[in-house]
């Protein structure tokens, strides 16, 4: 019994060895990677196969695109959407959109179950003009296009932009500050159409938000062309 005694001690005294080692270890805050999906996607099985893939989606009507991840804002299309976005020309108004976003994204989902285009016409389209407006996208529009196999092909696709940019977090992280150029880009970025490539392009000519919001309309298009038209509502009253 005494020999027992003992032996239970010493496990007892080894405790506050192995609480020490346990201290030591840095905590993390392991997030999901999270992805904003437009509210007409709900029954897409894109978002249930991100679910599927571990993210967290969030359902919300966005103005522009389909799904967002990160800083990446993503319109998909299946093979027959995309043609007859095509035919009716939404997709031309869609595509002028995400310009303003510097990273976009053109998923055309489908390939494997459809062919995008071939010898013969598809909802009165013949294949050069597809291949004409594909190279339209990427070289006028420059939207850079992936094709995707199925749903669960976009899903993964989506899935890896949101988990690349994905960082650990500790316990005591901060949130940082903005600094000055920060900060005046971000009030740049509130006027409608400005995104955060040609707010960095007004402060690399102008230096300063005063030297922009003083500079004449024609000077402002020579620095952003006809986005420069939205400051023109300085100058209105109420």
Do not use: W
């Amino acid at each position: 019994m005494e020999k027992l005694k003992t032996l239970k001690n010493k496990e007892l005294c080894k405790m506050p060895e192995l609480l020490k080692i346990f201290s030591n270890k840095k905590i993390k805050i392991i997030e999901k990677p999270k992805v904003f999906a437009d509210y007409r996607e709900k029954n897409s099985l894109v978002i249930a196969s991100l679910m599927n893939l571990g993210c967290e989606v969030e359902v919300n009507e966005l103005k522009i695109g389909d799904y967002i991840a990160q800083n990446v804002i993503i319109e998909r299309k299946t093979v027959t959407d995309f043609v007859s976005s095509m035919i009716n020309k939404r997709l031309i108004n869609q595509l002028e959109n995400l310009k303003q976003f510097e990273y976009k994204l053109l998923i055309i989902e489908g390939i494997e179950e459809l062919e995008l285009y071939n010898d013969h016409n598809i909802q009165g389209m013949y294949s050069n003009s597809i291949r004409g407006f594909l190279l339209s996208i990427s070289l006028k529009h420059k939207v850079p296009i992936l094709f995707s196999k199925n749903s669960a092909d976009t899903a993964r696709y989506i899935y890896l932009i949101a988990k690349k940019q994905e960082k650990e977090m500790s316990t005591n992280t901060k949130k940082k500050a903005k600094n000055k150029k920060e900060q005046m880009q971000f009030i740049l970025e509130g006027f409608p159409g400005i995104g955060p490539k040609a707010a960095k392009k007004l402060l690399k000519d102008f230096k300063s938000l005063k030297k922009i919001f003083n500079a004449t309309e024609e000077e402002l298009k020579n620095s952003i062309g006809k986005k420069a038209e939205i400051f023109r509502i300085l100058e209105e009253k109420d």
